[in-house]
């Protein structure tokens, strides 16, 4: 979004006689090697490592996520405010689109009446709409994974969901090209992405335009009991500009996921 702005000594009894101390026994090596074993028999189990695959059986996942993505249509709405230094909206672009895929999978999108826009002092890219489009709802898929290096963080409960934490960064900055930085949240047991927090990348900046792009958060759902589908995008950042800071929140809502052909349809509401 470019700105258009850390023994002591025997004891002695009152008669005079000294008071003999008992030689304590010396501890018994074999019951206090049976008392460690049940202690270690009882200490809760370690937490388990992930598969040394983890990155491809997320990515297999992921592509059987996007297989049935495909044949769904959804409904797709973009709030962006542009913030003044009290937190408060000064400029406003929005837009809803229905997006459809062909029986061969090619996209299509079908916009919901005009978008309106009077933001200030942004103006919107094709950087912009590209991230809306494949990167805030980011499906890392075998023939993607290619692209990113991928590190294990730990594990975390993340939605009520016992989850590895993956940081995910471009292995390269291709020209012409958006990828995602960050974190990943993935579910135990089959491997799917429960939630993704970070960037697109690259920032843009030439000697005479900034085109700058915010933090963000995204969130899943399983849709039809098995995959999960993005649901809703936020950011709430200051994008800084060589001329100031400029304040933004981002809202994207994935809703009415509907399978081809199916007669009910799933409204997902904003968190």
Same mark, same amino acid.
């Given at each position: 979004?470019? @700105?258009?702005?850390?023994?002591a000594?025997?004891?002695?009894?009152?008669?005079?006689?000294?008071?003999?101390? &008992?030689?304590?026994?010396?501890?018994? &090596?074999?019951?206090?090697?049976?008392?460690?074993?049940?202690?270690?028999?009882? $200490?809760?189990?370690? $937490?388990?490592?992930?598969p040394?695959?983890? $990155?491809?059986?997320?990515a297999?996942?992921?592509?059987?996520?996007e297989?049935e993505?495909?044949?769904?249509?959804?409904?797709?709405?973009?709030?962006?405010?542009?913030?003044?230094?009290?937190?408060?909206?000064?400029?406003?672009?929005?837009?809803?689109?229905?997006?459809?895929?062909?029986?061969?999978?090619?996209?299509?999108?079908?916009?919901?009446?005009?978008?309106?826009?009077?933001?200030?002092?942004?103006?919107?890219?094709?950087?912009?709409?590209?991230?809306?489009?494949?990167?805030?709802? *980011?499906?890392?898929?075998?023939?993607?994974?290619?692209?990113?290096?991928?590190?294990?963080?730990?594990?975390?409960?993340m939605?009520?969901?016992?989850?590895?934490?993956?940081?995910?960064?471009?292995?390269?900055?291709?020209?012409?090209?958006?990828?995602?930085?960050?974190?990943?949240?993935?579910?135990?047991k089959d491997?799917?992405?429960?939630?993704?927090?970070?960037?697109?990348?690259?920032?843009?900046?030439?000697?005479?335009?900034?085109?700058?792009?915010?933090?963000?958060?995204?969130?899943?759902?399983?849709v039809?009991?098995?995959?999960? @589908?993005?649901?809703?995008?936020? $950011?709430?950042?200051? *994008?800084?500009?060589?001329?100031?800071?400029?304040?933004?929140? *981002?809202?994207i809502?994935?809703?009415?996921?509907?399978?081809?052909?199916?007669?009910?349809?799933?409204?997902?509401?904003?968190?």
């Amino acid at each position: 979004m470019p @700105f258009q702005r850390a023994y002591a000594n025997p004891i002695t009894h009152k008669s005079g006689q000294p008071i003999h101390r &008992v030689a304590r026994k010396p501890p018994d &090596v074999f019951a206090i090697a049976l008392i460690l074993a049940s202690v270690i028999l009882t $200490a809760p189990a370690q $937490a388990g490592e992930p598969p040394p695959n983890l $990155a491809k059986l997320v990515a297999q996942r992921e592509t059987e996520t996007e297989t049935e993505r495909n044949e769904y249509t959804y409904r797709q709405s973009v709030t962006i405010d542009e913030l003044d230094d009290h937190g408060a909206a000064r400029g406003q672009y929005r837009e809803a689109r229905d997006v459809i895929f062909s029986p061969h999978h090619d996209r299509s999108e079908t916009p919901l009446g005009n978008p309106t826009n009077t933001l200030k002092n942004l103006s919107l890219t094709d950087e912009d709409f590209a991230d809306i489009r494949n990167i805030q709802p *980011l499906v890392l898929t075998v023939d993607r994974l290619w692209n990113y290096d991928t590190k294990f963080r730990g594990e975390e409960t993340m939605e009520d969901v016992d989850c590895w934490v993956l940081q995910v960064r471009p292995r390269q900055i291709l020209q012409g090209q958006r990828f995602f930085d960050g974190m990943i949240w993935v579910d135990k047991k089959d491997y799917n992405i429960v939630r993704m927090e970070g960037q697109a990348v690259p920032q843009i900046r030439t000697m005479k335009t900034e085109n700058l792009f915010p933090r963000f958060t995204t969130i899943r759902k399983p849709v039809d009991g098995k995959h999960w @589908f993005p649901v809703y995008t936020y $950011a709430d950042d200051t *994008l800084h500009f060589r001329t100031g800071g400029q304040r933004i929140r *981002l809202r994207i809502a994935y809703s009415t996921y509907k399978r081809f052909g199916a007669e009910s349809t799933l409204i997902v509401k904003e968190p």
